[in-house]
């Protein structure tokens, strides 16, 4: 169907018009994103359509939308257009434009069927993402620009390795070339090759994750960028990972390496949890719990290739949706404190819940989301996996519900000493969260709720994803 | 659909789709708070009104709908939980009236009675709920309420403190229990609808032994978390520093029933388990009752005496279902309603507790009250019903639930020795629940006022007055409704010789007289028995230490220095590992850069150097 | 007639003068001379070469490469004459602006 290429390069269409609007960018962008939202959530109702051209050695245009990549669509709409509505103050008219590119990138790697074309957009979010940091960035942009594109872009052309070892295998067994999904994983190739091109996918994809302990650019980035760029770093970045594992490390299943996942996905969670619990920024924080909860979606695996646990696979899928709605809220919330305060540091704030009662209420919810409160989306994933995991793991499972209490100290403790307590004076008067700020979090946390309590229009996409049996 | 089952959800679907439109309501105009009580006493007054339609109609329906994945939601109503929705709409009901006056000078009244009427909508919910799924929703629901609300006055230090507590030390007991749903998931998979309360009801005895003993364990580590039970008990003292009408609705008659609720309604988990998940439910409840009595005694803050009488009453409440477990007789009734009971008697002490907060300007002290009960009889007075209630004075109310599960454990002790010391530990419990009771009662009470504030406290306004003596009426009266009460959830007949029968009654009066010695007429110093008493009051006095260990051992040390260790291995190990992998790339070129001099004759000869080299090897391989 | 061999022997040394000047020498203008020989070396050498296999097109070649060489020169003469008056120094030495 044709009109899904239309959705793939109407964000890329849009990324242009940022550039010529002048001082009317930020209104016009708030209005496209809105309309790409709009579209894509009309695509609800055509999920599992392909659109297919270009045949050229086995590199074709083959895009589709199907029951995993369409939650993931959707969740990037919804992202950015919270993200651009939310609008730091300091930011203009290319940054839109980097924000439309970084979405069509974005649809593009999860649109794509093809292992080639996913690499193109793999790389291609790369080249927005750098300048987002490295233009806008805080005191150490250049730094963490720079750190950000070589570590991810190491992962990234080692999976180009794997993805030539791979077409080569498929060449030298049908004698062509196919890139596509559904053929080119018929060509695994096994004995020590197999494990050359497991790490490359491995790499690209848990880096992106990101994953304890190739987890370093992730902090640097989340907090050096201006809060929008968090958002959608944070929210959508390490979505392409979780997708890149769903959708094509899930080929290379086996036991042994599904030991291996889990236990990085516990260690995962319970060093970021740690590792938070120590922070003294606030959005440094969120950025360690935003590490620790795609631990989960490394449990969700792990234990998927031991025992082909549906409910803990779901559970994973469920929290990259989950995590891509709650982790904004949290960002949004801090950045909207660094704005009023004018710091982030946690000891210096404290009682903020007497100026701000907005911001109290959104970051209380935003932050109980993240520990995994039921009635709000992260419980949902978070339930799925830890039930889903058990009869696999069993008593390790305990390590994971470690973490649980973990995480939720964290956030309780932040809680207690930035928004609760006595008001620290020296702040003086300040002012609650502007419209601009508040409408696009309470949309998030809105639909963190519904998710919350209606799981099932996403759940069930991911369940017919997974093969739609119990 | 049927009209009962409509009503079943609209029980705990009013009081929730009340909580956005108080809050909405007081934002948008602050006059609009002043009808935030009327608005969520009378929703919740709808709600038991539901409930007692319900308990006329109807028993045990069973309404359930796909929720996500195999997972169901839907309504679970069985004589159980009807007199549970019974018992929590109504006290929850009473406490939101007496909650009108308490809160009516406080500028967030509608954050208040928004919050509060949430939770009641949520606990409403824990016992209604057909699923353990849902049913976990909405017991987080209400440990999120009482997180909130103990936290209601964020500016005082202490509440943010003791909020964090209980929800982290809640949150303990509950990642247990999702474990033990884990475990209960995977055993009843196999009949469809995993978690299910019908499904586990009716298949529990299908199912390997020891997963269910495992199960038990684990959601019995979530009961003890909210029912607050050693050693997960610590967090409802602390809790005592949100407003009182909390403490009483929230941390004394509903709230922390759930755990005990939770017990009882997968009581056939623990029945077809393996016998020693039915003696860790009865020891820990019969050793909580016993633990929390002796702390009882040492404490001066009068909303913390009444916490640990209430877990204290937990114990009872939790050592009732265990003593059936392990005797394999359904003693859910007795449970029960020493639960309600219980309720009802709590309510009032702390509503009573709360009357003369509030006359006395929040000076909680019990030594700086005194002579209390000229200056507000009425108040007193239900106090004083409370407290005889709360001891097992005949005819009260307390007399027919806690005596009679004394009762039990003696009886079914003669065919389980292993019961014995828990009768033992219930007896010692009940004698000091007389002690602590009238300790309070007579340091309150008699004597002359010890501060300002006590000599000019009066009596609250009506519309605190009303509750409080329908309280006192209830726990008064509640008795005469025990054999009703057991024939409707369930029969359970014992037989015990009188002397037994009696022993709990003769160590009341003697409990009584002691405090009377020493509180009351004030014969004997309590200062210089505590002193005489050495190491043991010290132990006592600083709760076993226990909150010690928690707080400063685990949480400010172990957890925090592990924190930092973690935070500094990130940042110089991992990612120094990062960087120095970067800085030797940097290096490098540092060195090999120095090639590259500038000036143009350098690169001349070493282009010509190049092209003589590349001559030579190309001869050498004789590709030239 | 001179043998090929003698020709190309001269071309040689020509070339190797020219070498050597751009290796050593310091002046900008020298520099432009050495290229001058080198590229004149080169031209002999083709020419020598087509009268050597009788071909024609070898005269054709050099007087396109004398046309360039010409040409490069002009510009070669341009640069430094623009670096002198910018500068007052064409010493090759002096010129290092373009390293690391």
Redesign the interface.
């Known amino acids: 169907m044709v009109y899904l290429l239309l959705l793939l390069l109407l964000p890329l269409l849009f990324s242009f018009i940022p550039l010529f609007s002048g001082r009317y960018s930020k209104l016009l962008s708030s209005f496209l994103s809105f309309i790409v939202l709009l579209v894509t959530s009309i695509f609800y109702f055509h999920i599992n359509e392909s659109f297919k051209t270009l045949a050229f050695y086995g590199v074709d245009l083959n895009i589709a939308i199907n029951y995993l990549s369409y939650p993931l669509v959707l969740l990037v709409s919804i992202v950015v257009f919270a993200a651009i509505l939310y609008q730091d103050p300091d930011i203009e008219g290319s940054y839109f434009s980097y924000i439309f590119f970084l979405e069509f990138s974005l649809f593009g790697v999860f649109m794509s069927q093809n292992l080639f074309l996913f690499y193109i957009f793999w790389e291609l979010v790369l080249i927005p993402s750098y300048f987002m940091i490295g233009r806008w960035g805080g005191p150490r942009k250049d730094y963490t620009a720079l750190?950000f594109l070589?570590?991810t872009h190491v992962g990234s052309v080692l999976m180009l390795v794997s993805i030539f070892i791979l077409a080569y295998n498929y060449y030298t067994i049908y004698g062509n070339f196919n890139f596509d999904y559904s053929s080119i994983f018929k060509a695994i190739p096994s004995g020590s090759i197999y494990y050359v091109v497991l790490a490359g996918f491995f790499l690209a994809f848990f880096i992106k994750l990101p994953t304890?302990?190739l987890?370093?650019?992730a902090p640097d980035v989340y907090v050096e960028s201006p809060t929008t760029s968090s958002m959608i770093f944070s929210g959508l970045l390490s979505k392409m990972g979780a997708y890149g594992i769903f959708a094509i490390f899930m080929e290379f299943g086996d036991p042994e390496l599904g030991w291996f996942i889990v236990s990085l996905g516990i260690i995962s969670l319970i060093?970021a949890s740690?590792?938070a619990?120590?922070?003294r920024d606030l959005k440094r924080m969120v950025a360690y719990a935003s590490i620790g909860h795609m631990g989960f979606i490394s449990i969700s695996i792990g234990v998927y290739f031991i025992s082909h646990s549906t409910?803990a696979l779901?559970g994973g899928m469920f929290m990259m949706f989950a995590h891509g709605l709650i982790i904004p809220i949290l960002f949004g919330t801090v950045g909207s404190v660094e704005r009023s305060t004018g710091t982030r540091a946690i000891r210096d704030l404290g009682?903020l819940?007497?100026m701000m009662p907005n911001l109290a209420f959104l970051m209380?919810g935003g932050f109980?989301a993240s520990l995994g409160?039921?009635?709000l989306a992260g419980?949902?994933a978070e339930?799925?996996v830890?039930?889903g995991s058990?009869?696999t793991i069993t008593y390790i499972?305990?390590l994971v519900?470690?973490g649980?209490?973990?995480s939720?100290?964290y956030h309780?403790?932040a809680?207690?000493r930035t928004?609760?307590?006595?008001?620290n004076n020296y702040l003086g008067k300040i002012g609650d969260m502007i419209p601009r700020e508040f409408w696009p979090m309470l949309i998030l946390f809105l639909l963190v709720l519904i998710f919350g309590i209606f799981?099932?229009p996403i759940?069930?996409l991911f369940?017919q994803y997974s093969g739609g049996v119990? | 659909m049927d009209p009962l089952i409509i009503s079943g959800i609209l029980i705990f679907l009013l009081p929730l789709i009340m909580f956005p439109i108080i809050l909405l309501l007081g934002k948008i105009n602050a006059n609009y708070r002043k009808y935030a009580g009327p608005m969520a006493t009378s929703a919740i007054f709808i709600s038991f009104l539901l409930s007692y339609y319900l308990y006329i109609n109807g028993k045990n329906i069973v309404f359930e709908g796909q929720w996500f994945y195999n997972f169901t939601w839907g309504i679970y109503v069985d004589p159980l939980s009807i007199s549970m929705s019974l018992m929590v709409s109504g006290v929850s009901f009473l406490i939101h009236m007496f909650a009108i006056g308490y809160m009516g000078k406080d500028p967030n009244k509608h954050v208040y009675f928004a919050e509060t009427t949430l939770f009641t909508g949520g606990m409403l919910g824990v016992v209604l709920s057909s699923n353990m799924v849902m049913f976990f929703l909405f017991w987080e629901l209400v440990g999120l309420c009482s997180y909130l609300l103990i936290g209601f006055w964020w500016f005082k230090p202490n509440a943010a403190s003791a909020a964090k507590k209980a929800f982290i030390v809640t949150r303990v007991g509950d990642v247990l229990l999702i474990l033990g749903l884990a475990v209960l998931y995977w055993q009843f998979i196999k009949f469809g609808d995993p978690l299910s309360v019908t499904t586990i009801i009716n298949n529990a005895h299908y199912v390997d032994k020891v997963q269910l003993a495992i199960a038990g364990a684990l959601i019995l580590g979530g009961a003890a978390g909210k029912s607050a039970q050693f050693p997960l008990h610590v967090w409802i003292p602390d809790a005592m520093e949100g407003p009182t009408t909390v403490s009483a609705l929230i941390h004394a008659a509903t709230m922390v029933t759930a755990g005990i609720y939770l017990v009882a309604r997968i009581f056939p988990v623990y029945i077809f388990a393996l016998p020693w998940a039915g003696y860790l439910v009865l020891y820990i409840g019969a050793f909580t009752a016993f633990l929390a009595g002796t702390m009882g005694i040492v404490m001066n803050d009068i909303k913390r005496i009444l916490a640990y009488s209430t877990i204290s009453q937990l114990g009872y409440m939790l050592a009732a279902l265990g003593l059936g477990i392990v005797a394999t007789e359904n003693t859910i009734s007795i449970s029960i309603y020493h639960l309600i009971v219980h309720a009802f008697l709590k309510a009032l002490l702390f509503l009573s507790a709360g009357a003369i907060l509030y006359s006395l300007l929040d000076i909680r002290d019990i030594r700086k009250m005194g002579g209390l009960w000229k200056k507000m009889p009425i108040t007193i007075t239900a106090m004083f019903i409370g407290s005889l209630t709360l001891v097992g004075f005949p005819p009260t109310a307390g007399y027919f639930s806690k005596d009679e599960i004394i009762s039990l454990s003696y009886f079914l002790s003669q065919n389980n020795p292993g019961i014995y010391y828990a009768w033992l530990l219930l007896l010692i419990g009940a004698f000091l629940t007389t002690v602590y009771t009238f300790r309070m009662f007579f340091t309150v009470a008699l004597g002359s006022p010890r501060s300002y504030a006590a000599e000019h406290a009066k009596d609250p306004p009506w519309v605190m007055i009303v509750p409080l003596v329908i309280l006192s009426i209830l726990s008064l009266i509640y008795g005469i409704f025990q054999e009703d009460f057991y024939s409707y959830l369930g029969e359970v007949s014992f037989t015990v010789p009188i002397y037994v029968e009696m022993l709990p009654f003769i160590l009341v009066l003697l409990g009584i007289y002691i405090a009377w010695l020493f509180y009351g007429s004030r014969r004997f110093s309590a200062e210089s028995f505590a002193k005489r008493s050495g190491i043991l009051y010290s132990l006592v006095r600083a709760k076993y230490y226990l909150d010690y260990i928690y707080t400063n051992i685990i949480a400010d040390r172990v957890v925090v220095y592990l924190a930092y260790a973690f935070s500094l291995f990130d940042r110089y190990i991992v990612d120094g590992f990062v960087n120095a992998i970067g800085r030797a790339f940097n290096y490098t070129a540092d060195i090999t850069k120095r090639l590259q001099t500038g000036i143009v004759q350098n690169y001349a000869t070493l282009v010509i150097i190049g092209l003589i080299l590349f001559l030579i090897i190309g001869k050498i391989m004789g590709v030239i | 007639m001179i043998p090929l061999i003698y020709v190309l022997a001269v071309s040689l040394m020509m070339f190797t003068v020219g070498l050597y000047g751009i290796l050593t020498v310091k002046g900008g203008i020298r520099l432009l001379i050495s290229i001058e020989i080198l590229v004149n070396s080169a031209n002999l050498n083709i020419v020598a070469w087509g009268v050597g296999i009788a071909d024609a097109s070898a005269v054709l070649f050099v007087l396109f490469s004398i046309a360039i060489a010409a040409a490069e020169a002009a510009v070669g003469f341009a640069i430094f004459v623009a670096l002198y008056r910018e500068t007052k120094n064409i010493g090759l030495k002096s010129l290092m602006e373009l390293r690391w």
């Open positions: 750190k070589i570590y304890v302990p987890h370093t650019w060093y740690f590792s619990l120590a922070q409910l779901i009682g819940t007497k209380t109980l409160l039921p009635g419980f949902i339930f799925s830890v039930v058990w009869e499972s305990f519900v470690f649980l209490v973990l939720a100290s309780i403790w809680l207690q928004i609760f307590g006595p008001y799981p099932s759940y069930n369940l119990y």
